[in-house]
Nanobody, 125 residues
Framework: QVQLVESGGGLVQPGGSLRLSCTAS????????IAWFRQAPGKEREGVSC????????YYADSVKGRFTISRDNAKNTVYLQMNSLKPEDTAVYTC??????????????????WGQGTQVTVSS
């Protein structure tokens, strides 16, 4: 059974950092894309970042380029999202998702088949 469990969210001040984790079970990361999406109240879901584990292909939304870094630890079957220089507009529920690696990484939600429950990130002073 495929499962994705996010952790690492919380409250942080503007300019601060957080590292989110997405731990997978029921499959191995090697053959899939793992992406992070976020959704703020009243806004559409946004694809934030993705990593294709077979070749390291990555994707970042323009809104997070230079601030967020996605990485993986295959031994732990975990994907991380390091978020630096956080802004209030980064406040959202962050969710990871699994997609087929036949696709290049993207922020298109229709290319992802399994989703976690999400973790709340709040950036506020």
């Amino acid at each position: 059974q495929v499962q994705l469990v996010e952790s690492g969210g919380g409250l942080v001040q503007p300019g601060g950092s957080l590292r989110l984790s997405c731990t997978a079970s029921g499959f191995t990361l090697d053959s899939y894309n793992i992406a992070w999406f976020r959704q703020a109240p009243g806004k559409e879901r946004e694809g934030v970042s993705c990593i294709r584990n077979s070749d390291g292909n990555t994707y970042y939304a323009d809104s997070v380029k230079g601030r967020f870094t996605i990485s993986r630890d295959n031994a732990k079957n975990t994907v991380y999202l390091q978020m630096n220089s956080l802004k209030p507009e980064d406040t959202a529920v962050y969710t990871c998702a699994q997609g087929k690696s036949v696709y290049i990484c993207s922020g298109l939600s229709r290319r992802y088949d399994y989703w976690g429950q999400g973790t709340q990130v709040t950036v506020s002073s």
